[in-house]
């Protein structure tokens, strides 16, 4: 078993509607990171949380430390929000500085 | 956010031959530099960490005599893929980060070994 689960792995969407992505995970965490990688690789950071709630224009990232847990919100989808949506967890400890990814949430927002 | 780049963005060589990929913080300066290997729709695989003016890190299962890492300076990390082979064609991501702050990635380099 992974140790950071996403789910869904696909996700599909008219334009518009609220997306909810999931991630759980195992280990004790130091910090949760969010992250979206276009389909031409690049890959942009949207959270960085430790708890509570993070808001960015339409994006919403929520964590749960005690229930390991944590999700990505995109309220009012659009098409352009169509790409790979990756959890990723560092683990508390001494070296912080990894992260343990997640397999990735694909979405894909028809007009 | 802050800035990393990457060069070259593609690269198609001959195999045996070396390749050198380019990771640059552009606008902070990054005491840890990270680079990451990814296979057609699979998850990112951290291959090492690279600290400046020390020896990267490597992790289990990644060769350090085929992937030869320089951490030159505060702004530069330089990935080199020695005697490349196809089986090394990749997307090759790295990342810089402040500490305890956000990882802010490259844009990624397609190596194709012919």
């Known amino acids: 078993k992974n140790e950071v689960e996403q789910s869904p792995q696909n996700l599909t969407a008219q334009e518009g509607e609220f997306i909810t992505i999931n991630c759980s995970y195992s280990?004790?965490?130091?910090?949760l990171h969010w992250l979206q990688q276009h389909p031409g690789g690049g890959i942009v950071s949207l959270f960085m949380?430790?708890?509570g709630k993070k808001k960015h224009g339409r994006l919403i990232a929520t964590i749960n430390i005690q229930e390991k847990h944590s999700s990505l919100h995109i309220t009012a989808s659009h098409p352009r929000d169509s790409a790979v949506y990756i959890c990723?967890?560092?683990?508390?400890?001494?070296?912080?500085?990894?992260?343990?990814f997640g397999t990735g949430t694909r979405l894909q927002v028809f007009p | 956010g802050a800035v990393v780049s990457q060069h070259p963005s593609r690269v198609i060589c001959k195999s045996g031959t070396s390749v050198k990929i380019e990771c640059r913080s552009l606008?902070?300066?990054?005491?840890?530099m990270f680079w990451y290997r990814q296979f057609p729709k699979q998850s990112l695989m951290l291959m090492a960490t690279?600290?400046?003016?020390?020896?990267?890190?490597?992790e289990q299962g990644v060769e350090k005599d085929k992937f030869l890492i320089n951490h030159a300076s505060l702004t530069l990390s330089t990935l080199t893929v020695t005697s490349a082979h196809p089986e090394d064609s990749s997307f090759y991501i790295c990342?810089?980060?402040?500490?305890?702050?956000?990882?802010?990635f490259g844009p990624g380099t397609r190596l194709t070994v012919l």
């Open positions: 990342s810089a980060r402040i500490p305890r702050n956000e990882q802010f």
């Open positions: 280990v004790g965490i130091s910090a």
């Open positions: 949380l430790s708890s």
């Open positions: 990723a967890v560092e683990g508390a400890g001494h070296n912080t500085d990894k992260l343990i």
């Open positions: 606008d902070f300066q990054a005491t840890t």
């Open positions: 690279s600290n400046e003016g020390s020896k990267a890190t490597y």
